[in-house]
């Protein structure tokens, strides 16, 4: 069998690739997609073998895109990363940092690089992706614009590193999961991802949290995403354990007895 064909997000040298092969390794056939739902949709029409996209990072927060895109189309996560984040500011060759008045990024980039933009008097430009906008800049070299991306994006553009690890936090990570395929992380803990809806009555969070309490399962996140209906919504909760664990299984079955729908989102190893 030959190597996974695995959809990310971005031109080539987004951090979803470094991503990507860090989870299924770098011999991985990694294919490019516009979109964050184009990523899903190549998994759900059977194009490819899986996909890796972010959901959450340490600084800007969830990525909200891809959570509702998981409840959307219900494919499984088999796996996940914690991945360091450096960003750069890449300009062509001869930009010096003075020069610079506008920097392009995705947004969750600029978010996490808001303070060295604010003290640089630069503008973030939102952008689709991190690696695209380095490959803009290098193409079409706007006057006084920079890129924000990875080192990666640098050499594969031919852009210069203005400054590295512009950052606001030292400690900058974003948790990517993979769909689909499974990739090797053998020895790493397990987590369990759900998709909880509730009764609107008092008390009905506070009964299903406490069914995972009593059997010492930590919730590790829970996270509120709104329904089609106004003012409803569904809870992701990440739970610490395999459903192939008797306790957890065991939770799983009686938390569904205190809801109106539980559903599985993954069960899946959590690389480092």
């Known amino acids: 069998m030959g190597s996974p064909r695995i959809a990310f997000q971005g031109e080539r040298g ?10 299924f390794g770098p011999g991985v056939e990694a294919l490019p997609c516009p979109s964050f739902r184009a990523v899903f949709e190549a998994l759900a029409s059977g194009k490819v073998d899986g996909g890796a996209v972010p959901v959450e990072n340490s600084l800007a927060g969830s990525v909200t895109e891809n959570v509702d895109l ?3 189309f219900s494919l499984p996560i088999t ?26 990024s ?11 933009l604010r003290k640089h008097g630069i503008t973030p430009v939102a ?41 606001d936090a030292p400690d900058n990570y974003t948790r990517f999961i993979s769909l689909g395929a499974v990739p090797d992380l053998q ?10 809806t509730l009764e609107n009555e008092p008390g009905a969070l506070h009964r299903v949290l ?13 996270e509120a995403r709104p329904r089609r209906r106004p003012w409803e919504y569904v809870f992701c909760v990440d739970l610490e354990g395999s459903r192939e664990e008797p306790r957890v299984a065991e939770a799983l079955a009686e938390a569904a007895r205190q809801c109106r729908s539980l559903q599985v989102l993954g069960s899946y190893r959590v690389a480092g």
């Open 127 to 167: 952008e689709s992706d991190t690696a695209g906008s380095a490959k803009r800049v290098a193409e079409q070299a706007p006057p006084r614009t920079a890129a924000i991306a990875s080192r990666t994006a640098a050499g594969l553009y031919g852009l210069t590193v203005l400054q590295e690890g512009i950052e």
């Open 106 to 116: 995705h947004p969750q980039a600029l978010a996490q690089c808001a303070g060295f």
């Open 14 to 23: 987004a951090y979803s690739e470094e991503a990507t092969r860090a989870l």
């Open 210 to 222: 406490g069914v995972f309490a009593a059997r010492g399962l930590n919730v590790v996140r829970l």
């Open 70 to 72: 998981l409840l959307e």
């Open 187 to 196: 020895g790493a803990r397990s987590k369990t991802a759900l998709a909880i």
């Open 79 to 104: 796996g996940e990363l914690s991945l360091r984040i450096r960003h750069c500011l890449l300009a062509p060759a001869g930009a010096a940092l003075a020069d610079i008045t506008r920097a392009l």
